[in-house]
């Protein structure tokens, strides 16, 4: 059986390590593709030398070329310019959209039956903006935020509770960005949700509050130490977790953000929601009941992203 062939749209420091992921977990040969002539020939060369130490049998291959990317199952996109310290995320809006159009017109005649994981920044409208331009069904097109936001939650839990980060559950909401809705109800030690956590004394509710709030500042945090790029090395593994449970028909229930017409309320909107994916993609939104307080941060959220989609929809007008 041929193995599966996992297009990487972008060949930066995100692009890179999803290589490096992808070939040492062997899920697929590899295409890397940037418009910088011999970055993503250099890497994914540099990539293949590391196959006999690592013993993995899949090939890589670097390309300026999106002929290259011809019948790919996956295509993770980190196409596009990241945040230097002081950027928000919609800082990005334009100078990505442009590079948003190039990659979805690419996907559409190259690779139009994959599985697209958008990571570009802001990363709400970007998913939305290139399903648009790339014209696949919705459940083809997700964007990912909420597994590395809930990744990100999960640890700063574990940190506080001096326990294995694999016990801790978190649910984060919501559009990426400082309007994203962390979950503490859904957010559990071993299946005891924090609030049960806090009435228990394993810590406070000013001390679960901050942790949210880190939670947040997750990405400038990162971006605040590194001073020249934002995060790579999580963010490469939380869209590789994504990959594998469309590759494997795993309906792994994982927060995306993916198309909601109708659930949580919207109509035709990405945020970030809890999904199940499987072979088809989104197999289902789950679409859970918010009590008021998570509600009115949703809704936060969600008029944030449509505020991004409006201005995208200024800049484009093939998207109006
Ligand atoms: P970086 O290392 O700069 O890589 C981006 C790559 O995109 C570079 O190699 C560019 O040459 C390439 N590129 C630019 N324009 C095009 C184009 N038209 N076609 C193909 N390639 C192009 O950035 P990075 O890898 O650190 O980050 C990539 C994106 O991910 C940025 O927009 C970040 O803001 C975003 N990001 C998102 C998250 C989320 O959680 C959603 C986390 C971290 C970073």
Not at 77 to 95: F, H, N, Q, Y
Not at 183 to 191: D, E, K, M
Request: aromatic letters at 6%; charged letters at 25%; glycine letters at 10%.
């Amino acid at each position: 059986m041929a193995r599966p062939k996992i297009a990487l749209i972008g060949a930066g420091q995100i692009g890179g390590t999803l290589a490096h992921l992808a070939a040492i977990k062997e899920l697929g040969d590899v295409v890397v593709f940037d418009i910088a002539e011999g970055v993503p020939q250099g890497k994914a060369l540099d990539i293949a030398e590391a196959g006999p130490s690592e013993r993995f049998d899949v090939t890589l291959k670097g390309t300026n070329d999106y002929a290259d990317i011809a019948g790919a199952d996956v295509c993770i996109v980190t196409a596009g310019v990241p945040r230097k310290p002081g950027m928000s995320r919609d800082d990005l809006l334009g100078i990505n959209l442009k590079v948003m159009k190039a990659v979805g017109e690419g996907i559409r005649d190259n690779a139009p039956d994959a599985f697209v994981i958008c990571i570009t920044n802001p990363l709400d409208a970007m998913v939305w903006a290139l399903r648009e331009f790339s014209g696949l069904p919705h459940r083809k097109v997700v964007g990912m935020a909420g597994v590395l936001d809930s990744a990100r939650f999960r640890h700063f839990l574990s940190l506080e509770f001096d326990v294995s980060m694999r016990d801790v559950t978190a649910f984060v909401l919501g559009g990426h960005g400082d309007t994203m809705v962390p979950l503490a109800r859904y957010s559990t030690v071993a299946g005891i949700p924090l609030p049960d956590l806090v009435k228990m004394g394993w810590t406070t509710q000013d001390k679960l509050d901050a942790i949210v709030q880190r939670t947040r500042d997750g990405g400038a945090e990162i971006v605040g130490l590194l001073k020249t790029g934002s995060a790579f090395y999580a963010p490469a593994t939380a869209a590789i977790e994504m990959a594998e449970a469309f590759l494997k028909d795993q309906r792994r229930v994982l927060p995306c953000a993916a198309w909601c017409d109708g659930e949580f309320g919207l109509d035709g909107l990405y945020v970030g929601v809890p999904t199940v994916i499987g072979e088809n993609g989104v197999e289902k939104v789950v679409d859970i009941k918010l009590a008021r307080d998570e509600q009115e941060m949703f809704d936060k959220s969600v008029d944030a992203v449509r505020g991004l989609v409006k201005a995208c929809k200024g800049i484009d007008e093939s998207l109006a």
